[in-house]
């Protein structure tokens, strides 16, 4: 994972001894504990690696499962203990998990001790939202990374959830570890550092897995085979070059709230615009038209109308629902009766002259507009912030995320601009040929 810091020779040493012992197998080709200046600790090619082959493979009796996929499990003993706890309770798999982890952290038990060499090896502090300071949070006003951040759920899931077990089995924990501090830092830990299958089961805390950085152009990637998991090259590696894993296809957003980073050019980037900003924009367009509350109830009722927010992406920027909502919004009286008595209608291409189009183009690009002023900055402003040698990681971070958002409403902007002056020209300029 980026940004953490390197540990000691000898904790390294320790480590890929305890690996080793356990029949975790990692390829003579690669330093796992590597440093890289952009991305921290990595995972270096000491040789060229050709496609295909495996880096390293992670046997069942080396990584944490949660106790809620643990199907075969009896409990011998009369006194209860964790796993079984967590079983009876049926948390969901992330919170058993999470749980489980602050009792390792908190006990030197069998299990604690076992897994103690890849415990020294996790951080202590992170770049996520969730360490941010206030300050640091009120960076990340207007961006996607608002819809992800809840504190509040971390620590009602503390004191709903992990005090009442602390409390009930008290031989179980050690009360100076079951702290929250304690537990947004196990949270974060399955956050960032938990695997999940290609059919969803999941999280495991894998380890030596979770030494390999993300990259949307990534070098390999993590299978299954047999209950083992393998990290696998899926081209020719270099002498030399990091070896990235892939996290998945994640925004920006995605990837500060979840892991504490960002990528440069993420292709993967969006923006959210938030269903009542469209509504809202609508309501100041068509002033004093009786119908929008029919209409907006018809959109919801077929599922028109998200519940929440609106996708921009690059690959579609001006994505078919938004368009179509606000069409249906702005549509006149004898249009308005066809399409309610029909719903099914709504689901098909309208027959919108320019006229017409025009007026949706321009309530898009007013919801741009807003969205816009939703930041703390321009872009600008933003520009010129990421020139400045005195930001810290996290504010970069943000900075990073608002400027690539803002990049994608004012091309956006720009596209629907050019579309309007095809249809109507200004002054003195012919009318350009719209795209096709």
């Keep these: ?38 991305t921290g600790r990595g995972v270096k090619a000491l040789s060229a690696i050709p496609k295909g082959e495996i880096l ?18 009896k409990d011998e003993s009369s006194q209860p203990s964790m796993i079984s706890v967590l079983k009876e309770k049926k948390l969901s798999n992330w919170m058993t998990l999470a749980i489980q982890l602050l009792y390792l952290m908190s006990n030197g038990d069998k299990e604690g001790e076992f897994f103690q060499n890849w415990l020294s090896t996790l951080p202590s502090t992170f770049n996520t939202p969730l360490y941010f300071t206030d300050d640091e949070r009120k960076q990340l006003a207007g961006t996607s990374v608002e819809h992800l951040l809840d504190v509040k759920m971390v620590e009602d899931n503390f004191k709903k959830i992990v005090v009442p077990i602390a409390e009930t089995y008290p031989d179980l924990w050690n009360p100076k570890v079951c702290t929250i501090e304690n537990f947004k830092r196990a949270a974060t830990i399955i956050m960032s550092r938990g695997f999940h299958t290609k059919e969803g089961s999941g999280p495991f805390l894998i380890p030596v897995a979770d030494l390999f950085n993300h990259s949307s152009h990534h070098n390999a990637e993590l299978i299954t085979e047999n209950n083992c ?27 500060l709230h979840t892991y504490g980073f960002v990528e440069n050019d993420n292709p993967y980037d969006n923006v959210l615009i938030s269903k009542d900003l469209v509504v ?22 077929q599922h028109m109308l998200p519940d929440q927010s609106f996708v921009i992406t690059k690959e579609d920027m001006l994505p078919q629902e938004l368009l179509s909502c606000i069409q249906v919004f702005l549509l ?10 029909d719903a099914v209608l709504l689901g098909t291409d309208f027959d919108t002259d320019d006229e017409d189009i025009v007026d949706v183009y321009q309530v898009i690009i007013r919801v741009l507009e807003e969205k816009l002023k939703s930041y703390p900055t321009t872009m600008k402003e933003d520009i010129s912030l990421l020139k400045s040698s005195n930001l810290s990681e996290r504010v970069k971070n943000c900075i990073t995320i608002r400027v690539s958002e803002k990049r994608l409403l004012l091309e956006l902007k720009a596209q629907l601009l050019e579309e309007i002056n095809a249809i109507e020209p200004q002054d003195d300029q012919p009318a350009k040929k719209k795209k096709s």
């Excluded at 006149?332 to 008595?341: F, H, L």
């Design 56 to 73: 390293a493979e992670i046997p069942p009796s080396a990584y944490i499962i949660p106790a809620t996929l643990i199907l075969d499990w």
């Design 229 to 255: 998991f393998k990290l696998k090259t899926i081209r020719a590696i270099k002498k030399g070059e990091e070896i990235f894993n892939t996290y998945g296809q994640l925004t920006n957003a995605q990837l």
């Design 332 to 341: 006149g009286d004898e249009d308005w009766k066809d399409y309610s008595k």
């Design 280 to 301: 809202k924009q609508v309501h100041v367009f068509c002033e004093g038209d009786p119908s929008l509350e029919q209409k907006q109830k018809l959109l919801e009722s």
């Design 1 to 38: 994972m980026r940004g953490v810091v390197r540990m000691e020779i000898n904790s390294e040493k320790d480590f890929i001894s305890w690996a080793t012992k356990h029949n975790v197998n990692i390829n003579e080709k690669i330093d796992v504990f590597s440093h890289f200046e952009k």
